[in-house]
């Protein structure tokens, strides 16, 4: 039998539409790509699958029968790292889950299992920290602005944490990386595309765009950040594995003055 | 607001806040009402990090750094020679909220100097959270200070409003606490520690009744103990926490190894170093009485009243009992894996779940994460290959400590020469 490449829309419910359809038609050998990062394979059949959101229903929700809730939502998680052969090793776990008669969650010595959970604690890490690492600053129309580059796709999974936090303001969080963000309208939250002006830079705060208090509480930021360390305790190992120096150029506290 | 004067009080009154350590925001189960602002619900957030790698999670401030008292050890005394200053209420509330709004706090961590009277400097702590809730809707996590001496009625109010109190006990025993800091009565620490802790066993009772009666500190009590400054040795500042977990229940203890501030001869010198290894040890006991299910007097007792520096308690533990060992990872309760040098919680939770599966050997417990350069001298698993020497206890700790690298070196080796 010869080997198949699915190619979906780097969608969850493509990625679960896929493995809907190597059950359907019993494939083995199997690669699933991203449309936008399609390489050809030699010796095998390239099909491009259209998403259905009803196969992909069926899919998570036998999934749900097999694994606990956070469990499957591990996958989800897994997912979002949009790590290289990722829906590989997840078909790979689906498939595991769906064979055996126990719950497989919990096999840490099975390589799949472990790496599964390994790389959906990687993505928990990432969302914990765009939780803490937004810095919101308030724009002329009054409309908390942050913008973000995680090194995963985590905006679906923060979503929630904000909508409750910050209820009466509205807000903007964006991912840079990613070209979309999230939007709450003081009712719900909506996914937007921005254009960017040629001479935004959003490693600054440009009186053009934000408040005149927004460069005085973050002054009162830095200065806090300042006072509030213990010169004869510095660590800056410890500093640093805590803050990334990745995360730092849209930190307010870790700008120059 | 004018934010010139703001920012010079918000540099002294910081800057007189940052030796209380916790910055704690988790435990409360605060959620958003009626779409104001905050949520302290789930687990607390670190939104940055000092230089000195500690975490930001509050905004630490004192309400004023006037103070009747002339505690030796404190920065505030009244016999020190520094700048003053005091908030007013609306301050305090204007820069929660605007930090909040920013996402770079989860909260307010509000403690004060003593001016007038415990009773007077309660009220106007609790003036902030209270109108911090009740006017600006704000449902984020607040952690007032304890003023040693307060009424009963204004921590009664105090717990309305806030998540978490606390009281520092600072000094361990009550004859460090004589020495340092002789205007302080031992009584009036725990006076509103008591006060808040029936409190919060009557709102528990309550509640299971009434379920809308209201929040009573959801995140408890603390406190904290000043660690290098009185003499007082490891077994009795863990005998001091022990007594408050038990008695009081806390949820936390904190250790704050001494920072020099004064040239007072009671205290370290002013370039003393800071004891930051030994405060580690400390914090590794306690978690080792609350997680791991360790009895105090089985790590420190009139035996053994220091904590080894070179060594962690748990591992110092092991090679002190090594008739419990080696362990069988694939049979062991609980308890016992939680005693295996190298073995943290999270892991013995991953063993107890993948055993279910298949035996496991070292392979598969280098891959959940298991330390095996310790923990290989004190168990077996699915494997032939196990340490067959009779060692003894120092020659497994010699092999231990050729095979790692601490991240105190530096500081070991100096303290080693000190006193070895």
């Excluded at chain 1, 790389?119 to 810095?135: N, Q, T, W």
């Excluded at chain 1, 460069?215 to 510095?234: A, D, G, M, P, V």
Aim: net charge positive.
């Amino acid at each position: 039998m010869r080997a198949s490449n699915l190619i979906y829309d780097g969608t969850f419910d493509g990625f679960l539409t896929c493995v809907f359809n190597v059950y359907e038609y019993k494939l083995e050998d199997v690669a699933i790509q991203k449309e936008t990062a399609v390489q050809n394979l030699l010796f095998s059949d390239s099909e491009t699958i259209i998403t259905d959101t009803n196969k992909a229903d069926r899919v998570w929700i036998g999934l749900k029968t097999k694994l606990s809730k956070a469990s499957s939502f591990k996958v989800y998680y897994a997912f979002l790292s949009e790590k290289e052969d990722i829906e590989v090793l997840l078909l790979d776990f689906i498939k595991y889950a769906f064979k055996s008669a126990v719950p497989i969650d919990k096999d840490y010595a099975n390589p799949t299992v472990l790496k599964v959970s390994q790389i959906s604690k990687m993505v928990g890490r990432e969302k914990h920290r765009m939780e803490a690492f937004v810095r919101f600053k308030l724009t002329k129309d009054q409309i908390y602005f942050a913008n973000i580059e995680p090194d995963f796709n985590v905006l679906p999974l923060i979503s929630k944490h904000f909508k409750s936090r910050y209820a009466d303001q509205k807000w903007i969080i964006y991912d840079l990386k990613r070209h979309y963000g999230l939007y709450y309208d003081l009712q719900k939250v909506e996914i937007i595309n921005l254009n960017f002006s040629d001479d935004f830079d959003p490693t600054k705060t440009s009186a053009e765009y934000f408040s005149d208090e927004e460069f005085e509480f973050q002054k009162l930021w830095q200065h806090y950040f300042k006072s509030t360390n213990i010169e004869s305790r510095k660590n800056m190992n410890l500093h640093i594995r805590h803050v990334p120096k990745r995360y730092w150029k849209y930190l307010s506290e870790k700008q120059p003055n | 607001m004018s934010f010139e004067r703001t920012q010079e009080k918000l540099k002294i009154l910081a800057d007189a806040a940052k030796y209380d350590v916790s910055c704690s925001s988790s435990g409360s189960n605060r959620k958003n009402t009626n779409k104001g602002l905050g949520d302290a619900t789930g687990m607390g957030i670190c939104h940055s990090y000092t230089e000195d790698g500690r975490c930001v999670s509050l905004l630490k401030i004192l309400l004023t750094n006037h103070c009747i008292f002339d505690c030796a050890y404190c920065v505030t005394r009244k016999s020190n020679d520094i700048k003053r200053a005091a908030f007013k209420v609306q301050e305090v509330v204007d820069l929660t909220m605007n930090f909040y709004r920013r996402n770079y706090i989860e909260g307010l961590f509000l403690s004060s100097g003593i001016f007038k009277s415990a009773d007077y400097t309660m009220e106007r702590l609790v003036g902030v959270a209270k109108k911090l809730r009740l006017e600006e809707n704000f449902n984020g996590y607040i952690h007032l200070k304890s003023i040693p001496g307060a009424s009963d009625e204004l921590m009664r109010e105090a717990g309305l409003y806030a998540d978490r109190l606390s009281v520092n006990i600072e000094i361990p025993t009550k004859s460090g606490l004589k020495l340092l800091a002789p205007d302080k009565n031992h009584d009036d620490f725990i006076k509103p520690m008591v006060k808040v802790k029936n409190e919060i066993i009557q709102y528990k009772a309550e509640k299971k009744i009434i379920r809308s009666t209201p929040k009573y500190a959801p995140a408890g009590q603390s406190t904290q103990m000043i660690i290098g400054a009185s003499g007082e040795n490891d077994f009795q500042i863990m005998q001091t926490s022990n007594h408050f977990y038990k008695n009081y229940n806390l949820k936390r203890v904190y250790y704050s190894g001494y920072v020099p501030i004064s040239y007072d001869s009671r205290l370290p010198q002013i370039g003393t170093e800071v004891p930051m290894l030994r405060e580690n040890r400390l914090y590794q006991t306690d978690w080792l009485m609350r997680f791991y299910g360790f009895d105090v007097n089985e790590i420190l007792n009139a035996n053994h009243q220091h904590l080894d520096l070179d060594i962690d308690p748990k591992l110092s533990w092991a090679l002190r009992n090594l008739h419990c060992f080696p362990v069988d990872v694939n049979k062991a309760d609980k308890r016992m894996l939680a005693r295996i040098p190298g073995l943290g919680m999270k892991s013995v939770s991953k063993i107890i779940y993948a055993r279910r599966y298949r035996k496991l050997n070292w392979e598969h417990l280098k891959k959940i994460g298991v330390a095996l350069n310790r923990a290989r001298y004190f168990m077996i698993c699915d494997s032939n290959d196990f340490e067959r020497r009779d060692l003894t206890a120092s020659q497994i700790k010699n092999f231990i400590l050729q095979n790692s690298t601490s991240k105190y070196t530096k500081t070991l080796s100096n303290q080693l020469n000190l006193f070895g």
